[in-house]
Structures are given as C-alpha cells and as structure tokens.
C-alpha cells in the first residue's frame, strides 16, 4: 500500500535554529499539508498545498513557517527560528481526493530546547 | 477553539461487543466528516468517512452516524477486536477548502 514517508523521525534542536521537515508524499496524490500535535493536544492544521501555492493557512502558520515541494517528489516544512512551543509531533499528508481521506505520514517528533 | 469535540477521553469495551465513540461539532459549514484511527509512534490511518447530506455510511465493521440537527456524529465497531484498540479521532471539513479540524481523540480499549 502507498504510504507517505517523513524524515527524521525524531529531531532535537536548539532554540532559536532552523529546521527542515521532510516528507515524500504518495506519488500521483496532488494535495499536499502539514498538520501538527502538541503533546496531549489535538492535531492541529497548519497548510495545504496544491500546485505549487499554498491553498489554506492557520493561524499558527505564520512568517517562521515555510513550505516547498523542491521536486516532483518531496515537500518540506521549514522553521526558520524554532521556538520552545513548536516542540510537536508534526505531519505530513497527502491526497488526491479528500472525499477517501488523506494519507498521513508516520510524523516527525521535534523538540526544540 | 471546540469546533470538534470528543467528550469521552476512553472507553473500555469486551471483545465481541459493540463500540460507540461519540463526537459533536458547532460548525454548521462542515460539510464533510471522517473518522481517523492512531496508533502510538504512527499517523492517523483514515478510516471511515460521510457526507453532510447522507445519515449513515457502512464499511464491514464500522459504521458511521450522522445527526446534522443534532450536530452530532457517532462511530460504531461491532465486533469489537483487541486490535481496534487505539486513538480514535473524529474530524470535519468546511465546504471552502479541505482544511480538516480534528477532535481531540477518544482511547478506545477493547478488552479480550
């Protein structure tokens, strides 16, 4: 079954850094968000992607927030200056069709100290 | 922020028997509803989902309940099996765009 693969699986990083999430969405899917979990909170939307432009944003996504599909195959959420509250696990998913639901990725933890 | 919300934080239910996991929305715009299933270290896996314009939606065991005047979804397992334990998660979209708000997770534990 297809699956979305995400990169690292578990980051630490210092305050203050940059870092790149990575993710591979499936192959022919054209849709394409991050979603993240503070740890005992709900999953929360943080933007979708469809070609090539950022469709939906909340809140949460501001200017420190970035996103890039860099090739036919990756798409990555960038951090420019990580703070202690963007420790999360985040998510990255894709679909073609919303109407069967996205496929989400296994997440990546950050923790930022 | 409750748009979506999932009063019961667990339920502990035998192997064989039915569950419910409940779920209540505010938003009237959400037209579209999917339940989502976690396991620890993993994403959410989809599951099952129904449009605002239909009352129920089947797939083998689960079965989903729509209640639009209630604003009121229901997800129901029958049998229940030890491996359906895990995070349930409901969640809705709005009719502009595919954003989806998540509720924050029933632990569904099925005993055997």
């Known amino acids: 079954e297809p699956e979305v693969t995400q990169t690292p699986s578990h980051q630490v990083t210092q305050m203050g850094q940059e870092v790149i999430l990575r993710c591979v969405p499936i192959s022919n899917h054209l849709y394409f968000y991050w979603y993240r979990q503070i740890l005992g909170q709900k999953v929360e939307f943080l933007v979708s992607?469809?070609?090539?432009?950022?469709?939906?944003k909340s809140e949460i996504f501001d200017d420190q927030f970035s996103v890039e599909r860099p090739d036919g195959s990756n798409f990555t959420l960038k951090i420019r200056s990580t703070k202690l509250e963007d420790s999360a696990m985040y998510f990255c998913?894709?679909?073609?069709?919303?109407?069967?639901?996205?496929?989400f990725g296994s997440g990546t933890r950050l923790t930022v100290v | 922020d409750q748009q979506v919300k999932q009063n019961s934080p667990s339920l502990s239910v035998q192997e064989g028997r039915i569950s419910i996991l409940n779920c209540d929305y505010t938003n009237s715009m959400f037209d579209y509803f999917l339940w989502y299933k976690k396991y620890p270290a993993e994403g959410p896996t989809f599951l099952i989902s129904?449009?605002?314009?239909?009352d129920k939606n089947e797939d083998g065991r689960f079965t989903v309940f729509l209640n639009k005047s209630a604003k009121h979804l229901s997800l129901h397992i029958v049998p229940s099996q030890p491996g359906d334990s895990a995070v349930y998660f409901c969640?809705?979209?709005?009719?502009?765009?595919?954003?989806?708000?998540f509720g924050g997770g029933t632990r569904l534990m099925v005993k055997p």
């Open positions: 992607f469809y070609n090539n432009e950022i469709s939906e």
């Open positions: 129904i449009s605002s314009i239909k």
């Open positions: 969640a809705a979209r709005g009719n502009a765009g595919n954003m989806l708000t």
């Open positions: 998913a894709s679909s073609d069709n919303l109407r069967y639901g996205y496929t």
